[in-house]
């Protein structure tokens, strides 16, 4: 009978919790993703195209075509979710950064995603990274790097907070994921394959659509829930600047501070997860 007590008293607690955080989330993110009863919109962004390959100088796969495929496929995917989609490209053209970030911004009550692959001169260098620089964008680039992690055969490189200029100059919650390196012979050979690429766009979608389920990171109360996903310890790299690194062609993401060396050693991003943090 106590035992009865407690389990309901826990029951009634957790509950109280989980409401308190949804709404006070609900408030703070009302003004850019509404709450979840209203449709929202999913810009999809697939990095690079036309002229701007993407990757590095002389890679073998097209990293554009890589991430137009599979933003293709999480449109579809969204859409058959009822969810509305605007897409930056969705042929093999180049669009400006400042374009896409215009697309983004003409849409409230939206949110922003862009597809990436990694690439770099070491070929060992494998993972998954998923990147925003807003607070309000965390909650999205925990599930997207939640779930994505969550199936890919890769390394956990973590969230990171970095002023890329497509995520600093948006105005909705905003995420970068970097869907694995194309230089990495086993990762790039997964890309290769669409069931694979088809599974990408399924855990980003499921990112998508389970933002408003990332338990809040605000105070010790938090209650973890069956449908309940952890917000991501991140990797705070606000202070990176566009390095040279491995030499790697980032024009895509240019960082938000400019400094005119680098601290950071060439081939220092293979590094994985924690290690990387900088300062
Ligand atoms: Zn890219």
Not at 27 to 32: E, I
Not at 71 to 99: E, K, Q
Not at 111 to 117: E, G, L, T
Not at 170 to 197: D, H, K, M, W
């Given at each position: 009978?106590r035992r009865?007590?407690?389990?309901?008293?826990?029951?009634?607690a957790?509950?109280?919790?989980?409401?308190?955080a949804?709404?006070?989330?609900?408030?703070?993110?009302?003004?850019?993703?509404g709450?979840?009863?209203?449709?929202?919109?999913?810009v999809i962004?697939a990095?690079?195209?036309?002229h701007?390959?993407?990757?590095?100088?002389?890679?073998?796969?097209?990293?554009?075509?890589?991430?137009?495929?599979v933003?293709?496929?999480?449109?579809?995917?969204?859409?058959?979710?009822?969810y509305?989609?605007?897409?930056?490209?969705?042929?093999?053209?180049?669009?400006?950064?400042?374009?896409?970030v215009a697309?983004?911004?003409?849409?409230?009550n939206?949110?922003?995603?862009c597809?990436?692959?990694?690439?770099?001169?070491?070929?060992g260098a494998?993972?998954?990274?998923?990147?925003?620089?807003?607070?309000d964008?965390?909650?999205?680039?925990?599930?997207?790097?939640?779930?994505?992690?969550?199936?890919a055969?890769?390394?956990?490189?973590g969230?990171?907070?970095?002023?890329?200029?497509?995520?600093?100059k948006?105005?909705?919650?905003?995420?970068?994921?970097?869907?694995?390196f194309?230089?990495?012979?086993t990762?790039a050979a997964?890309?290769?394959?669409?069931?694979?690429?088809?599974?990408?766009?399924?855990?980003?979608?499921?990112?998508?659509?389970?933002r408003?389920?990332?338990?809040?990171g605000?105070?010790?109360?938090?209650?973890?829930?069956?449908?309940?996903?952890?917000?991501?310890?991140?990797?705070?790299?606000?202070?990176?600047?566009?390095?040279?690194?491995?030499?790697?062609?980032?024009?895509?993401?240019?960082?938000?501070?400019?400094?005119?060396t680098?601290?950071?050693?060439?081939?220092?991003?293979?590094?994985?997860?924690?290690?990387?943090?900088?300062g």
């Amino acid at each position: 009978m106590r035992r009865t007590f407690f389990r309901i008293a826990f029951s009634v607690a957790g509950l109280l919790i989980t409401v308190l955080a949804c709404s006070s989330y609900g408030a703070k993110r009302s003004s850019t993703s509404g709450t979840d009863s209203s449709p929202i919109t999913v810009v999809i962004d697939a990095g690079h195209g036309g002229h701007d390959r993407g990757g590095i100088p002389g890679q073998r796969i097209a990293e554009k075509d890589m991430t137009l495929d599979v933003a293709l496929r999480l449109r579809n995917i969204l859409s058959a979710s009822g969810y509305r989609v605007v897409m930056t490209r969705s042929t093999d053209v180049f669009v400006p950064l400042a374009g896409r970030v215009a697309i983004a911004n003409s849409y409230q009550n939206a949110v922003f995603v862009c597809i990436h692959f990694n690439a770099t001169k070491r070929s060992g260098a494998s993972g998954i990274e998923t990147y925003f620089y807003s607070r309000d964008s965390l909650p999205l680039a925990s599930a997207i790097h939640y779930y994505v992690t969550g199936v890919a055969p890769s390394a956990n490189r973590g969230v990171r907070r970095r002023g890329y200029y497509v995520l600093r100059k948006t105005a909705i919650p905003a995420v970068l994921v970097e869907c694995g390196f194309l230089t990495n012979p086993t990762e790039a050979a997964y890309a290769q394959t669409a069931s694979y690429r088809q599974k990408l766009a399924e855990e980003i979608a499921a990112g998508v659509r389970g933002r408003s389920s990332v338990s809040s990171g605000f105070g010790t109360t938090r209650v973890a829930t069956a449908e309940s996903i952890p917000l991501q310890p991140y990797i705070d790299q606000t202070r990176v600047t566009k390095s040279k690194k491995s030499g790697s062609k980032r024009s895509h993401k240019k960082s938000a501070r400019k400094k005119k060396t680098s601290s950071k050693p060439p081939g220092s991003e293979a590094r994985a997860g924690a290690s990387d943090r900088e300062g």
